[in-house]
């Protein structure tokens, strides 16, 4: 079997693997589409550390096979032919999955406390920290197979979700997040209320699932802030009010429109998926008095930003609340959900662009690109 292969930053190569047996506990995925994450742009640009600050911060082993957002079918059962997905339901050979992105040890401080999985100190990343050096080698999905790997959790597909959706799924979960706002917003004082106004900086994949989930629960004026006017203009389409291209407005200029919007108090939250440290003090400056700052986009670690502890923290009271990644629970609600909204968004859409493993390379600058939404990489192609 071919998976395309990160041997270095910046360097591909399309290699052969042997086709595994699983093991018990285990299963063999066969692919059938897979996204590229604004980490996978990250890795491939060298920005290489994830999970820093959390006490045992990772370096990216390479060679990798990149892709954590998969969709493909059940090849082979590992033991006795038996395994169930995360909401108990028996799988088959044949049915349609996606994989969850990590596996928690189920041992640490973290795991035994009951803290979302993205605390755990020991944790299996497919796609990310699991090398293809090591055998059986195919540990992500820009492969025509995937290993899953015990402790590992799969959940299927609904029959009415077409894959080109489902792809979308691990995204989707990572906007659990603003179920975790709802639950902050339990005083009246607290962000976020129905009808509250909200900004979403930086609305590629990421940011338009949330800017999607927020009108879900109940937003009031939604804004969207990117660079591109392509991404800007399908924000319009899945429920933005507002939108502003940071390319061609300054940060005084963005800062007054929001102001503008909410008789001079600023946004009652503001959701960070730009993925840049750039983009915090601005957050933090559109925010009200008491606002809510949801950080999501700056998962890799591109380096330092100032900020003022007195203007932009204890003078305005704000909270914040960062989001480390997606829920294993949020999986099935999120397609179920989004099955019930293809009627009102184009999600079929959503995938802008497919392309096969031996053109990895231009799938993850396309990725990069401004004309571009979800690109993925279809290993059977």
């Known amino acids: 079997m071919l998976a395309a292969t990160l041997v270095e930053p910046g360097k591909y190569e399309l290699r052969e693997y042997p086709l595994p047996e699983p093991q018990p506990g285990c299963v063999v995925v066969k692919m059938e589409l897979s996204g590229i994450c604004g980490t996978d742009k990250h890795t491939y640009q060298g920005y290489t550390n994830q999970y820093a600050g959390t006490g045992k911060g990772k370096e990216i082993p390479f060679p990798i096979i990149q892709g954590h957002e998969n969709v493909g079918t059940v090849a082979a059962i590992g033991g006795n032919g038996k395994y169930n997905d995360f909401e108990g339901i028996p799988l088959r050979l044949g049915d349609r999955i996606v994989v969850g ?3 928690a040890c189920r041992q640490c401080y973290y795991c035994t406390h009951d803290f979302p ?5 020991n944790m299996t990343d497919y796609g990310n920290n699991l090398s293809a050096a090591d055998p059986p080698h195919i540990f992500g999905g ?19 979700l077409p894959s080109e959706v489902a792809v979308l799924t691990e995204v989707m979960a990572v906007t659990v997040g603003l179920d975790r706002a709802k639950q902050m917003s339990a ?27 927020a009108r879900m629960l109940g937003a009031g004026t939604i804004v969207a802030v990117d660079l591109s006017e392509y991404r800007l203009n399908f924000a319009k389409r899945l429920g933005a009010d507002h939108v502003i291209n940071a390319r061609t407005t300054s940060l005084a200029e963005r800062l ?14 503001v959701i960070e998926c730009a993925g840049v440290p750039q983009a915090i003090p601005e957050a933090l ?12 986009g700056n998962f890799s670690d591109l380096g330092e930003v100032a900020i ?18 997606e829920e294993p629970a949020g999986y099935g609600p999120s397609m179920r959900q989004m099955a019930r909204y293809m009627r009102h968004y184009p ?12 053109e990895v390379e231009k799938a993850v600058q396309k990725s990069i690109a401004p004309d571009s939404m979800k690109v993925v990489i279809e290993p059977w192609a």
Request: proline content about 5%.
């Open 101 to 103: 992105a990590n596996v």
């Open 117 to 121: 999985y993205y605390f755990c100190q």
């Open 142 to 160: 820009w492969s025509q197979y995937i290993y899953i790997v015990p402790g590992s959790f799969l959940v299927r597909v609904p029959d009415d």
């Open 187 to 213: 005083f009246p004082s607290e962000a976020f209320l129905f009808d509250d106004t909200v900004v979403v900086l930086g609305v590629g994949p990421l940011g338009m699932c949330f800017l999607m989930k």
């Open 256 to 269: 007054e429109i929001v102001r503008n919007l909410t008789h001079g108090r600023g946004a009652d939250m």
């Open 285 to 296: 400056e559109m925010l009200r008095l008491g606002g809510l700052l949801l950080e999501a």
């Open 308 to 325: 003022s502890p007195h203007r932009h923290l204890c003078a305005k009271s704000v909270r914040i609340l960062g989001v480390g990644g």
């Open 347 to 358: 999600l079929r859409e959503f995938v802008s662009h497919r392309f096969p493993l031996r």
